[in-house]
């Protein structure tokens, strides 16, 4: 068997990541990697569940990866780390996608389809998809436990939950109210403050200014009216009280937009709402505001409509002061609808004004509205702008562009209204909160007390109730009293029924059928029919996922062992969804947080920067990045390719640039070593140690373990993308710098040609060196890329080593040997590296061929770094010169000219500003060069001695003729640019061996073929070149014959114009 498999340099990275997955499956790689570490330190991490009722997304992807790669590295550091999956089961999400395919619209519709029928296909639904996730998840490297997957709906899920709601209502935190809260017409439901929080968007309402006369006191005697701004013209119709801030002035004012009929409002705000031409009537005192009673655009409801005909209308609607007005917006003066807005109902009760509900279930106006009757109330704004007009009380109109709430499945507008519900008392548990979230170390850090910490900080009642029919039912029994029995399994059920209800399916309708007597009075509890919240679900699961009902249950050790996670990771969106409610939960059930480290993931956007969303069709899919560039190529965009905490655009290109960047830079590094390994089949271990190698191995390793170091260090402070970036660094370095300065010690053509070898020991060294370096970068990037990672890891060393473990995952992470790095060897070799960039940059500008040899390069330093000067000879040969020296002052490679600043002299100097313009004329150079060090000049003049300072004077730095420089820092690098004669011919003749070694690659030609090459030349100066150097372009192409004509039977043929010569080369097999 060959020592190495063969290597084609053309990789097809999905085909062979299905290779590699064949051999994780049969070979059983991930169980045992679990089964390696068992008994180690444990490392818990979470899965937040996603919802299977659709395919996958490539956003889905960007999660996971990250929450495969923090596994495998704590796995491969020595802990073991359980990874259980889990499926989101419930909720609005499922429920919308089989209203799509029944076609219900509300419901309504779905009640007269039937509940059980309706739930049956939701939680068919939810396992639809599953057989999608489950092949992408083990597609893109995901190692995590899916045959023993939790699942919401599950009873045992469900039970737990019902747990730690009893638990909740035994602390006094689960009580039922009537607030506003969002409510979603659509799906008829309320929603939590973290589900609002992630369906905000960009909206378009009327912006309308209204008239509401006043009724009492001197305003009513001048005519006067307050003027109110809405952006939601239905409001209007419940509308009771106006308010007005304690703590802004008012005015009465006429003119502009409000022509002679004067109004009131904030004198702030007059000239923007009224324009230029208003004016001011007189100041009102707040006193004479505060209890003016007005008269209302409508009266369909309350005093003086059809329902109380015999009250006044003005005795609901007067002016009352509230803190929430605000001076930047609107007129200063706001109206409230008691019902739909949470100040409004809080000021209504503080003043004794009854809470008014004309809109029903579906956001329509009830029977009572009578024009506006059963339109819903964002369609009726149209109408109500028209009839405002009509009654002369319509001051103008517009539009106005702001943040709205949408449902956050259903894209409908969200409505706020009071309905009873029932809550959490978050709010109770604020502090603890607060604290909790000082023990977390989150990524990006700036989340914790900005995104975050400004949510909780402003925490809210959490809306735990919802009216809806696939979800994990409220496990509250009321009786006629209002006795409340809060149930905490199906055990406790039973023994409150009398009867085993241990199989009943805990859902709609079947759990609904359940009654208990009460408790406390005897008569009969039913189930309130609300579901909860489904993100009550999710944040369940680090208890819920045992089925764990309370310490003494069975669950109730391995909840405590793995409880809470040292590891989440999900999109950044979470700040208000998963990562609230698992420590919102973990707080108030355990008093800790469910998490101690959480990573925030930017989001992925699609290449018009709009948001990937699989619901809205907008999400690439993953299968199409995969099918192409392979999971690893995705994976590695997803860690390297920006920072992971902002949002990111992802397109073909992105990915592709990947994969040529880096992968392929890595593979053929890898392909290299191969390749020729398999012809030399060296032995390594008689390679002289890493002290006694030359500084260029010494270097590599250098650079290897300080990577290896950074690498660690940054995984163990979740800086995935760090650690990544310094990982391609260092490929890029093995293969553009070390493979390229050492590629003749692995293949020397001219020793081969000869039949002699390169010095053994060297050799040696040189593949001890690559193959160290491959070896431990198969290690480094197993976490990041885990299918090269493998097949880096089973050619290099599980085929060389019988003893070795099996998989690279089943392998210790590498750890780095200190004794191997060299601070002062990595800083002059960056040094030597910076010449090299330096002495290209000047051959580039100067349009100097990079194969044409130049005589010299002269190296200008402040200091030079220790060590530097062993590399002069690698320094010369990279930059194809034939001597490298230093020159301290650099006088040797420019001069400076130095002119005066005439605006900075002018004034100080007058007339002798001509004088010493004369004198930097005549300067050799020396006077110039001092003022660039940055020192003063005395410079004598025909009227006496001035000193300048480098700000008096304008410096310009020139190359001494034939001679081009580039700077960096303080490096400064010159070349020699007239080669002369004799290297001119030496550079054609290394134009003719890059000539011939592309030729020798297009046909076929393996790196051992011998050949026969012809040279055709006309010029008298290429003849020459070929005469001198045709046994150096022999050895160097494997030539067994050169011939000064075209062969026959050539395998290529080409030609090449180098220095106004024409060369025709053509080759075949000897």
């Known amino acids: 068997m060959p020592r190495y498999r063969p290597v084609d340099s053309r990789v097809d990275l999905p085909a062979l990541e299905v290779t590699i997955l064949e051999f994780w499956r049969e070979r059983r790689i991930f169980e045992r990697s679990l089964d390696l570490r068992r008994g180690a330190p444990e490392w818990v991490f979470y899965e937040g569940p996603p919802t299977a009722n659709g395919k996958p997304g490539i956003h889905h992807v960007e999660a996971r990866t990250f929450k495969d790669l923090y596994p495998r590295f704590k796995t491969m550091t020595g802990h073991f780390v359980n990874r259980k999956a889990g499926w989101d089961c419930h909720g609005l999400p499922v429920e919308l996608q089989i209203e799509k395919e029944i076609g219900t619209k509300n419901k309504r519709d779905i009640e007269a389809f039937g509940i059980a029928e309706f739930n049956r296909l939701c939680r068919e639904s939810v396992t639809r998809y599953v057989e999608d996730w489950e092949r992408l998840t083990e597609r893109i490297g995901f190692w995590i436990n899916m045959d023993e997957a939790y699942w919401t709906m599950d009873p045992g899920y469900i039970q737990s939950v019902w747990w730690a709601l009893k638990r909740l209502h035994e602390q006094g935190l689960l009580f039922k109210d009537e607030k506003v809260t969002a409510y979603c017409p659509r799906c008829g439901t309320a929603l939590s403050d973290h589900e609002v929080a992630q369906g905000y968007a960009q909206a378009e309402d009327p912006s309308i200014y209204v008239r509401f006369p006043v009724l009492t006191g001197p305003l009513a005697d001048e005519g006067a009216d307050l003027l109110v701004w809405t952006t939601m013209p239905w409001t209007l119709v419940p509308a009771t009280l106006a308010v007005v801030s304690p703590d802004l002035p008012y005015v009465l004012a006429r003119g502009g937009h409000a022509g002679e009929r004067p109004v009131v409002l904030a004198s702030s705000r007059m000239e923007v709402v009224l324009g230029s031409d208003a004016a001011i009537v007189r100041e009102v005192p707040l006193d004479e505001l505060v209890s003016a009673r007005y008269r209302g655009p409508f009266d369909f409801v309350g005093p003086g409509s059809p329902d109380e005909p015999e009250k006044d209308p003005a005795s609901w609607r007067f002016v009352v002061t509230g803190d929430f007005v605000r001076s930047d917006e609107g007129t200063g003066i706001v109206h409230t609808g008691a019902a739909y807005g949470e100040d409004d109902l809080r000021i209504a009760r503080e003043h004794g004004v009854p809470v008014v509900k ?75 909160l607060l604290e909790a979230n000082e023990t977390v170390n989150w990524y990006p850090e700036y989340i914790q007390g900005g995104r975050y910490g400004d949510w909780l900080a402003n925490n809210v009642d959490w809306s735990l109730s919802r009216e809806r029919y696939w979800g994990t039912p409220l496990p509250v029994w009321t009786c006629p009293r209002d006795h409340v029995t809060v149930v905490g399994s199906l055990a406790e059920l039973s023994d409150l029924a009398g009867r085993d209800v241990t199989e009943v399916d805990p859902h709609r309708p079947a759990i609904d059928e359940v009654s208990i007597p009460c408790p406390e009075c005897g008569e009969q509890g039913r189930r309130v029919l609300d579901l909860i919240d489904v993100w009550f679900d999710s944040g369940a699961m680090p208890f819920a996922q045992w089925g764990y009902l309370g310490p003494a249950s069975a669950a ?19 700040t208000r969804g998963w990562f609230y409610t698992l420590m919102a939960e973990g707080v108030l059930l355990f008093g800790e947080s469910a998490y101690r480290n959480v990573v925030c993931l930017g989001l992925l956007l699609g290449k018009d920067g709009r948001r990937m969303s699989t619901r809205l069709g907008t999400a690439v899919d993953p299968w199409s990045v995969i099918d192409r560039y392979g999971a690893d190529a995705l994976r590695w965009f997803l860690v390297a390719g920006g920072s992971p905490w902002s949002d990111r655009r992802v397109s073909m290109e992105a990915i592709e640039d990947v994969v040529r960047r880096f992968l392929l830079t890595l593979w053929n590094t890898y392909a290299f070593f191969v390749a020729y390994a398999s012809i030399d089949e060296p032995d390594v271990a008689s390679a002289p140690p890493p002290a006694e190698r030359q500084p260029l191995d010494r270097w590599a390793l250098s650079r290897l373990h300080g990577t290896a170091a950074v690498v660690r260090s940054a995984l163990e402070a979740y800086d995935a993308t760090g650690a990544a970036r310094r990982l391609a660094a260092f490929v890029d370095d093995l293969s553009n710098w070390y493979v390229r300065r050492s590629r003749r010690r692995f293949w020397d053509p001219a020793r081969a040609a000869s039949g002699g070898g390169a010095d053994g020991a060297d050799k040696a060294a040189a593949y001890a060196t690559l193959g160290e370096c491959l070896e431990t970068v198969a290690g480094l990037l197993a976490p990041f890329t885990p299918f090269v990672a493998e097949e880096l890891y089973l050619n290099l060393v599980a085929r060389q080593d019988p003893g070795a473990p099996e998989s690279v995952h089943l392998t210790d992470f590498p750890a780095a040997e200190s004794t191997l790095i060299d601070p002062g060897l990595d800083e002059a070799m960056e040094a030597a ?13 100067a349009k100097v061929r990079v194969r044409q040899p130049l005589p010299r390069a002269v190296v200008g330093m402040a200091a030079v770094p220790s060590g530097l000067e062993s590399l002069l000879p690698l320094v010369a040969d990279e930059l194809n010169v034939k001597e490298v020296a230093f020159e301290e002052r650099g006088e040797e490679m420019t001069s400076w000219r130095a002119r005066p600043n005439f605006r900075a002299l002018g004034p100080r100097l007058g007339p002798r500003v001509q004088l010493l313009a004369s004198a930097l004329a005549g300067d050799d150079g020396s006077v110039a060069r001092r003022l660039a060090e940055g020192r003063e000049v005395t410079i004598p003049l025909e009227d006496g001695d001035v000193i300048v300072s480098p700000q008096d004077v304008e410096l310009a730095q020139t190359t001494r003729p034939g001679w081009g420089f580039a700077s960096e820092g303080s490096i400064t690098v010159a070349l020699d640019l007239e080669p002369g004669e004799r290297l001119r011919g030496e550079g054609m003749a290394r134009e003719i061996v890059h000539q011939v070694q592309n030729l020798r690659k297009s046909a076929g030609l393996a790196v051992t073929d011998r050949i026969v090459l012809g040279i055709e030349v006309q010029e008298a100066e290429g003849r020459a070149a070929v005469a001198e150097h045709v046994q150096h372009l022999a050895q160097e192409v494997l030539a067994s014959k050169v011939l000064d004509e075209s062969v026959q039977d050539a395998l290529g043929e080409s030609k090449v114009q180098v220095e106004g010569a024409l060369f025709s080369v053509s080759l075949r097999r000897a």
Do not use: N
């Open 358 to 432: 004309p809109v029903d279930a579906e956001g329509r106006f009830d029977v009572r509205i009578g024009p506006y009757a059963g339109m819903y109330v964002r369609d009726a704004d149209a109408r109500i702008i028209e009839d405002l007009r009509r009654a002369g009380v319509l001051l103008r109109s517009g539009i106005h562009s702001h943040s709205f709430p949408f449902c956050w499945r259903c894209d409908t507008p969200l409505i706020y209204m009071a309905r009873p519900a029932w809550y959490i008392r978050t709010t109770a548990r604020k502090q603890a």
């Open 556 to 574: 109730g050790e391995v909840f405590r062992a793995r409880f809470p996670a040292d590891f989440i990771a999900e999109a950044i969106d979470q």
């Open 833 to 845: 590296r910076t010449i090299v960039s330096l002495g290209r940059t000047v051959r580039a500008d």
